[in-house]
């Protein structure tokens, strides 16, 4: 099945597009894995969450943190949710702190698994 991930860092002003091919019935964080080098760990939910992808790591005394939606929607969204044909998944790596990472579409691509 095919899926569109969406890779935003808004304080940069940076996001990357894919269509990623993977197998029925993945879950989120599984597919974002056929892609990029991903850290899980707890960080709300459980020991599954979006910890990191290459260093931009979540770190909330500092104000960041990855967000995602599922075809936009958030409040269902999670890194366990089962993704289906078509959906397309966005992260958000937010940044509310004042000692934010600039980072820049070049570097976003190097997290990528080659």
């Known amino acids: 099945m095919n899926i569109k991930l969406i890779i935003e860092v808004p304080i940069s002003k940076v996001k990357v597009e894919h269509e990623v091919s993977c197998?029925?019935?993945v879950s989120l964080i599984e597919m974002v894995k056929q892609v990029y080098r991903v850290e899980q760990k707890f960080v709300c939910c459980g020991e599954t969450d979006l910890y990191a992808i290459g260093n931009l790591s979540t770190d909330t005394t500092k104000?960041?943190?990855w967000t995602m939606?599922?075809?936009g929607d958030f409040n269902k969204t999670n890194s366990n949710?089962?993704?289906h044909e078509g959906d397309m998944v966005e992260l958000f790596y937010e940044q509310t702190g004042l000692d934010v990472i600039n980072i820049t579409k070049e570097e976003l691509l190097g997290y990528k698994l080659s």
């Open 81 to 83: 949710s089962i993704l």
């Open 63 to 65: 104000g960041r943190w």
């Open 69 to 71: 939606t599922i075809n």
């Open 23 to 25: 197998l029925p019935h």
